[in-house]
């Protein structure tokens, strides 16, 4: 059977991927940020994963506001990188597990989580800075992806509640694949930040921490947390912060803590990063 | 449920993208989409205001694209991932573009977010701020 063998989180400011692609990672001003994550970078070498489903949101990259959907899942076998306005990363192309995301899309549906099923899909910042960060810089990326775009730029966003849920829907997908497989989740995006108006560069360090230590002992009443609390405490754009919720979910009840990373700031973000694996229960 | 987009608007120097922004921001937002090719890119730089009269867009939001007045192009209903498009395809980071639309130059603003950012003491309500 395939099974959930961890949960990461991270941060996917773009920058961090400019600084990744231009060989600036040493620099004083990024190297304490990607400090956080040579630890990570050891321990996925260590426990690799064949596939690894990103929950991650497109920022104008891919959708843009004629279609854009709540929840949808790239089923292809590969994904592009996208032109966000500078040119496309130069990163190798994000392959895809075709079998298992059909099953996962299917079984989601089956489960009245209404997917958008992705067949053609490129890629933006949300999902390949984070292969960045634990990966660095390979020729090919280790692992196969499924990609999990989730709308959290325009509001109404899903729910905390539904997030949480669907990665509980997840979780029991994965072990019901026929197949013997290893799966990473990741949730993507936040912690605190607001990239508009004249608040903007709004950070909430304890605020982030404290979500932090809400997610791994007590997500059952994080999910209940209004999205209006994510944008007055953590920023119009700490609301991404909610795909955290959807790796949790697909954990099981009780994790382990095998590692934590806080950096302020990354251009316009605080920066945080989380491994986790499943106790089993 | 009933939406309530009406809870967002004590937020202080914060423009919430709802769906009713997304509506009367389409054309705008779909306007930056298409300066995600090069070609586009070239066309745009080389005649601005030709450009964007291709663009089913008001003539307040070609004003605020024309002026670089990110606040503005938020009050119409731009999103800033959207208007990302505008800014990078002049080399501009988010720092320098998001610090336009704050009270402080790039410097000043790459310095508070050196020191930690933004505090959100004092800036979680209009009320409180006396701006309502
Ligand atoms: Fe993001």
Known sequence: ?281 | MKPNFDQFKDIPGTTIFTIEKAREGFQLNEFCMSLRTQENRDRFHADERKYLDEWEMTEEQKKAVLDRDFQRMLDLGGNVYFLSKIFAAEGLSYVQAVSTMTDMNVQEYQAMMLAGGRSPDGWRSKKERGEA
């Not at chain 1, 497109?58 to 590969?78: L, N, Q, R, V």
């Not at chain 1, 009443?221 to 609301?239: C, D, F, I, N």
């Not at chain 1, 099981?252 to 605080?270: I, M, Q």
């Open chain 1, 1 to 281: 059977m395939a099974k959930i063998t961890a949960g990461i989180a991270t941060s996917h400011v773009p920058a961090v991927g400019h600084a990744v692609d231009s060989g600036r990672t040493q620099d004083d001003y990024w190297k304490p940020m990607f400090d956080g994550y040579e630890f990570s970078k050891k321990w996925i070498a260590e426990n690799p994963a064949d596939v690894a489903i990103i929950v991650y949101n497109d920022h104008a990259s891919y959708f843009g506001m004629d279609i854009m959907p709540t929840f949808a899942m790239g089923i292809a076998e590969k994904f592009n990188i996208c032109d966000e306005g500078y040119g496309p990363r130069p990163i190798p192309v994000v392959e895809g597990h075709a079998e298992l995301a059909t099953h996962l899309a299917a079984s989601l549906i089956l489960d009245d989580f209404d997917m958008t099923v992705l067949n053609k899909l490129d890629v933006d910042h949300g999902l390949t800075v984070p292969l960045s960060l634990m990966y660095g810089t390979p020729d090919k990326w280790p692992t196969k992806v499924i990609p999990l775009p989730v709308n959290v730029v325009m509001n109404p966003q899903p729910s905390g509640e539904r997030c949480f849920s669907l990665g509980k829907a997840i979780k029991d997908a994965v072990e019901q694949f026929d197949g013997d497989l290893k799966v990473h989740i990741w949730g993507t995006g936040g912690m605190s930040h607001q990239i508009q108006g004249a608040r903007a560069g709004l950070i909430n360090l304890p605020w982030d921490i404290q979500f932090m230590d809400d997610l791994i002992n007590d997500p059952e009443t994080l999910q209940y947390k209004p999205h209006l609390e994510y944008m007055v405490e953590a920023g119009s754009e700490g609301v991404e912060l909610i795909m955290w919720l959807i790796m949790r979910g697909a954990l099981g009840d009780k994790v382990n803590e095998v590692h934590r990373f806080n950096h302020v700031p990354a251009s316009n973000t605080s920066v945080g990063h989380l491994i986790l694996t499943p106790k089993d229960n």
